[in-house]
């Protein structure tokens, strides 16, 4: 079992940036060979990709929403990984959820494990 705890969200004015950080502690396999991502999930909306790396942080997946704006990386020596936010929209303004897997789908099924929640707030 791997317990995933998100830091780092909160108040940010559209246009600023903001980094978002999930650390990952468990037993079970090395974390390096996990597949991480991040979905979103706005009030009233349903959660939503944002964004994934591969294991060792070979590939990188990103959303339409977010590509040229949004960074994923991880830090394998640290068990965490890591959303740089810039140029934030007020549309970003969700709870961000990090996950643990095998890929990077795009979808919350193939997902294993997921954090808590982060929230993050674009003011206007």
Partial sequence: QVQLVESGGGLVQAGGSLRISCAASGPGRTFSSYGLGWFRQAPGKEREFVAAISWRGVSTSYADSVKGRFTISRDDAKNTVYLQMNSLKHEDMAAYYCTAGAGLARREGP???????????VSS
Avoid: H, L, P
């Fill in 111 to 121: 997902w294993n494990y997921w954090g808590q929640g982060t929230q993050v707030t």
